[in-house]
């Protein structure tokens, strides 16, 4: 009999050995259950001809071929990563919708021995959860707001608040991406339904008693959205924002973003760009300390002339209300584990 999901909680919380994604490798990296692992019963080259099959000639030849191919690559799995497995493995298997993919393996792993399950509705079940958790149910958690200039190493310090402890919601690791016009990260951001995968994850593990530390951000996070009612809970959200000196933001940049000031043709497409918000003269000094290689002038250039401004007009639209504000000196280490400590006890006190 195939299993029932009703909640996130429950998948999230579900005790088997293993979760198999059997889909296609497309089909898995543009999202999958929280751990699953992907053994697919058709490549995505296999998929294709398969459902070309199905439409352009019958449904019965397509299954017959489908059937040949699902076997072969099953009992393929089974010879190279599977058989180390004992008689009490217990593994979940799922497809696109819990139909002849999924069927068909969990069958074969039954006629061996071991005790797989097969999940009711397969991705598109897991799927309808996450969305409703996320679009259409009210969400339950205390956000408060990490706020401050570009350059105040926001992400920085709430990832050394959350080694403390404390509940913390990192956006920008989710989406990876430094969520700016230069956050471009080194790995690629994940599609939209795997962010609200981990999103819909972290979230619905959190105790709702206990505040939940997010960095203030725009509705975007480089291409990725987030989902409306998050964003508006954090827009409602108290703030508490760090104050640095510009030298210091600077300073931090210059090691944080070296990448991207590094990738000059990059950055003058980007900032050229611009041209719709900051002035010609604006945007060809800054092109002009491109060309002279003046990463610091730049960078400095970047927080007053741009940054800063974008920043203040966001604050003005939201009306955040700052319940806390938290000076710091330098944005070096120990700076930063002090900001976490004070910031940790900050969040005990709500």
């Known amino acids: ?47 294709a001809e398969v459902g070309t099959i199905y439409v352009q000639q019958s449904p019965f030849l397509a299954r017959k071929v489908g059937a040949a191919k699902v076997f072969r690559n ?18 979940l298997v799922y497809c696109w919708r819990g139909g002849q993919r999924s069927g068909s393996f969990t069958w074969l ?14 991705y598109q079940s897991y799927r309808r959860l996450v969305h409703n958790y996320l679009y259409k149910a009210a969400l339950p958690h205390r956000f408060v707001a990490l706020d401050g200039y570009t350059g105040t190493a926001k992400t920085d310090i709430l990832q050394r608040v959350g080694l403390l402890g404390a509940q913390v919601l990192d956006l920008e ?43 203030a951000k725009s509705s975007k996070i480089g291409a990725r959205i987030i989902p409306p009612q998050l964003w508006a809970a954090m827009k409602q959200a108290p703030r508490i924002e760090i104050h640095a000196p510009v030298a210091a933001r600077c300073r ?24 719709a918000h900051r002035s010609n003269a604006v945007v060809d000094g800054w092109l002009q300390r491109i060309a002279e290689g003046d990463k610091p002038a730049l960078t400095e250039a970047l927080i007053t002339q741009h940054y800063d401004p974008a920043y203040e007009t966001a604050r003005r639209a939201i009306g955040a209300d700052v319940i806390t504000t938290l000076g710091a000196t330098d944005l070096r280490g120990p700076d930063l584990d002090r900001l976490a400590a004070d910031l940790r006890l900050e969040l005990d006190r709500l």
């Open 1 to 47: 009999m195939a299993l029932r999901f009703t909640s996130l909680s429950e998948i999230l919380d579900q005790d088997y050995d293993c979760v198999i994604d059997v889909r296609s490798p497309a089909e898995f990296a543009e999202d999958h259950w929280p751990g699953a692992i992907n053994l697919p019963v058709l490549d995505n080259e296999e998929r």
């Open 173 to 215: 690791g989710l989406a990876h991406h430094r969520g700016s016009l230069l956050g471009d990260h080194p790995t690629p951001q994940p599609s939209q339904k795997a962010f609200e995968s981990a999103l819909a994850g972290q979230l619905a593990r959190m105790n709702p008693k206990r505040p939940v530390l997010v960095e």
């Open 109 to 122: 792993l039954q006629q061996i021995g071991w005790r797989a399950d097969v999940v009711e509705g397969g």
């Open 252 to 275: 931090y940049l210059l090691a944080g973003y070296d990448d991207i000031l590094s990738n000059t043709e990059m950055l003058r497409v980007r900032l050229d760009g611009l041209r």
């Open 74 to 91: 099953a009992a393929d799995h089974i010879e190279q990563r599977l058989s180390h497995h004992p008689g009490s493995w217990r593994p």
